[in-house]
């Protein structure tokens, strides 16, 4: 004999949102005030007050916020001079999760550089974090440098690192960090945006044009040298109004894929996404070696691609997605063992020309 029972279960899913983090960057330097504290700033925040006015720290949070649109937000970490910078970070994300990190501080050696880009990686190893970090650099020193001078000193920063997970950005202007962070932290363009784009439009808050020892202002060729050596600085258009950026140029060793930040975020941004749904399915029997689950979690991972693959159609203007949208090969599962299995993914970014050429024929020929 038995009496009837009803069991009624919530089934997680897992179909939910994820935070993002992308467009959200840390920021440490000296400043003069909140020091040995981190704490959240957006487009309302009085920086002077909160950072000192005129302080490091200061004058590149505050290009950031001019560069960052109306929507910006961002975490700070005021410090003393003389501070630790992974040990700053490392607290910083106890609370925060972000996507750039910005040492407002200039790099000095080589040396250096090489050992921000493996703290970026025993982040992303040990903790799962995926940051890019931006470091300024020192700006000419007029007393002493002329600009040759000073190119051989930046390249020398750079010389022989390969990191991917770093960029060198020069403060020529005082505040150069600032205004690309906050132009890649725009919320009108996405992450597979460069910040090359003249459709964001012209930089903001750019400080002083710098001289050299010989009293001769920055010059395109000087730009143009800076960047040969994969640095990230300014650029001009001739007899085209206001200042843009060039390349984010990230230090990948020569023929890597992730030479330009685009690339890198694009990519990081669908690793995070995807590695929710990864955790969701360990231990889960729906992933399994059939074909009929095969499938249906190829196309359980592809989800994340799809949704940045998603674009808009308005006034007749294409707006593209972040990625080209995912075909059926762009997504492999694989077995090696009956507890292990590789799943394999293919990010397709659309073409963005940074070299557009015209050639202009003249027809003079006889309409018939």
Same mark, same amino acid.
């Given at each position: 004999m038995a009496q009837g029972t009803v069991t009624t279960n919530n089934l997680n899913l897992a179909q939910g949102e994820t935070p993002a983090v992308e467009k959200?960057?840390? #920021?440490? &330097? !000296? =400043?003069?005030a909140g020091t040995g504290t981190v704490f959240a700033v957006n487009t309302q925040t009085d920086l002077a007050e909160v950072l000192g006015d005129g302080s490091e720290i200061y004058?590149?949070? +505050?290009a950031a916020q001019q560069n960052g649109g109306e929507n910006w937000q961002a975490v700070v970490a005021p410090v003393a001079e003389g501070y630790n910078a992974e040990a700053v970070v490392n607290t910083a994300l106890e609370t925060y999760s972000v996507e750039l990190v910005c040492i407002c501080t200039p790099v000095t050696s080589a040396a250096s550089v090489t050992a921000m880009?493996? #703290?970026?990686? !025993?982040? *992303?190893s040990t903790k799962a974090r995926r940051v890019i970090i931006l470091l300024a650099t020192a700006g000419v020193d007029a007393a002493t440098e002329t600009w040759a001078d000073y190119v051989v000193a930046q390249e020398a920063l750079q010389d022989g $690192? %390969? &990191? /991917? *997970?770093?960029?060198? !950005?020069?403060? +020529?202007? &005082? @505040?150069? +960090? =600032? $205004?690309? %962070? &906050? *132009? +890649?932290?725009n919320a009108a363009v996405g992450v597979a945006d460069s910040p090359m784009r003249v459709a964001t439009g012209p930089v903001l808050g750019l400080g002083a044009t710098p001289v050299d020892t010989d009293g001769d202002a920055l010059s395109a060729a000087t730009l143009a040298a800076l960047d040969a050596v994969r640095l990230s600085c300014i650029q001009h258009y001739t007899d085209y109004p206001g200042t843009y950026w060039g390349d984010c140029n990230l230090l990948d060793a020569p023929g890597g894929d992730y030479q330009v930040i685009e690339h890198l975020r694009v990519v990081d941004k669908a690793a995070r996404r995807i590695r929710v749904r990864q955790i969701n399915r360990i231990a889960n029997r729906q992933l399994n070696s059939t074909a009929s689950s095969i499938e249906n979690n190829r196309q359980y991972f592809m989800a994340p691609l799809r949704e940045m693959a998603r674009g808009q159609v308005f006034a007749g203007q294409q707006f593209p997605g972040d990625i080209h949208p995912p075909a059926d090969d762009h997504v492999q599962i694989d077995w090696p063992t009956n507890?292990?299995?590789? !799943? /394999? #993914?293919? $990010? *397709?970014? /659309? @073409?963005s020309p940074k070299t557009i050429e015209a050639n202009i024929l003249l027809d003079l020929s006889q309409p018939q």
């Open positions: 959200k960057a840390l #920021f440490v &330097g !000296v =400043g003069t004058k590149h949070v +505050l880009h493996t #703290f970026a990686e !025993v982040l *992303r $690192v %390969a &990191g /991917y *997970r770093v960029a060198l !950005v020069p403060s +020529l202007h &005082g @505040n150069d +960090l =600032g $205004v690309l %962070a &906050g *132009r +890649l932290c507890t292990k299995c590789v !799943v /394999y #993914f293919k $990010v *397709r970014p /659309y @073409n």
